[in-house]
């Protein structure tokens, strides 16, 4: 079989217009016009025209490169390459397939029984997670309902558990000023659950008192139930000033005690304040400035 690209000196890969440029100039060297005569110039000259038939038919030429590429890779050389080849020296031995042991019935059932255990652990997980997002209470938007939501008690999933006890503290009816002494002794002495009842009756006389409802939010803030701390701060404080400082107290306490989302709903509910008292005319305490510097360190 001949070789067309060798003929006309060309590699495999190429082009239209080089297989043309080829042509031309193959052509010019050998056409009988100038070689009048010349046998050896006859037979280039019909190569080369069967080359140019061959090579200008793009089809023509894609099949010409296939029986190439078949005819090399069953050459003789390319066989005896093979054959010398140290991967098909030698003889290879038969060995027949190991006998296999007889299938019992629980190769056929333990897949039945695995996948029902695990469809049923998936549904089991499923329905525990779609029972606590529904039954698990949504934040509200204001930052302090926030932080009072995420401290009230979820819903138990065992209605039946003990309850906690109710808290059966009672306390002697004194004067106001007996109240509030007996409350800052016992804040004193760490004592915050009966310091809080001291100050919650002191309240109830003499309401209003900030110092008071400051040192009662603060006991609570130590005996852990920041619910109630914000409960009292937003139902027993006064004055939008007060609540500027008291709210920013609260949120350097929760960066302090390592709940920083917490300080962060603190420092908002103090700056809102802040510029509820600007847009009226009102000078907010310096603490609505701290807030503000607080929450732009946070990324």
Avoid: C
């Avoid at 060798?6 to 050998?30: Q, W």
């Avoid at 106001?176 to 109830?204: C, N, Q, T, V, W």
């Amino acid at each position: 079989m001949v070789d067309y690209f060798e003929v006309l000196g060309l590699k495999r890969t190429a082009s239209d217009r080089e297989i043309k440029e080829a042509y031309r100039r193959l052509a010019k060297k050998y056409h009988p016009d100038p070689h009048p005569g010349d046998p050896g110039a006859e037979r280039h000259m019909q190569e080369i025209n069967e080359a140019k038939a061959v090579l200008f038919d793009p089809v023509k030429r894609e099949e010409h490169r296939a029986m190439l590429r078949a005819r090399e890779t069953l050459s003789f050389e390319r066989l005896e390459e093979l054959r010398r080849n140290s991967r098909f020296q030698g003889t290879t031995i038969y060995r027949p397939p190991q006998p296999r042991r007889p299938r019992s019935i629980w190769d056929k059932r333990w897949k039945k029984y695995f996948y029902g255990a695990t469809i049923l652990i998936i549904l089991s997980t499923a329905g525990l997670i779609s029972y606590g997002l529904l039954t698990q209470p949504k934040l509200p938007s204001d930052p302090i309902a926030a932080i009072i939501a995420r401290y009230r008690p979820a819903p138990s999933l065992f209605p039946d558990s003990i309850p906690e006890p109710p808290d059966t503290l009672t306390f002697p009816e004194d004067t106001p000023p007996k109240l509030r002494r007996m409350g800052d002794i016992l804040f004193g002495l760490h004592e915050y659950r009966s310091a809080a009842k001291y100050y919650e009756m002191y309240l109830k006389k003499v309401p209003g008192n900030d110092t008071v409802i400051g040192a009662l939010s603060m006991a609570y803030f130590k005996e852990g139930q920041f619910a109630k701390t914000l409960e009292v701060l937003s139902r027993e404080m006064h004055g939008d000033s007060n609540l500027v400082v008291a709210y920013y107290n609260l949120g350097e306490l929760f960066k302090n005690e390592g709940k920083p989302f917490d300080a962060q709903d603190a420092f908002r509910e103090s700056t809102h304040i802040a510029d509820s008292m600007i847009s009226v005319g009102r000078h907010p305490p310096e603490q609505a400035g701290r807030a503000q510097a607080e929450l732009n360190k946070i990324p």
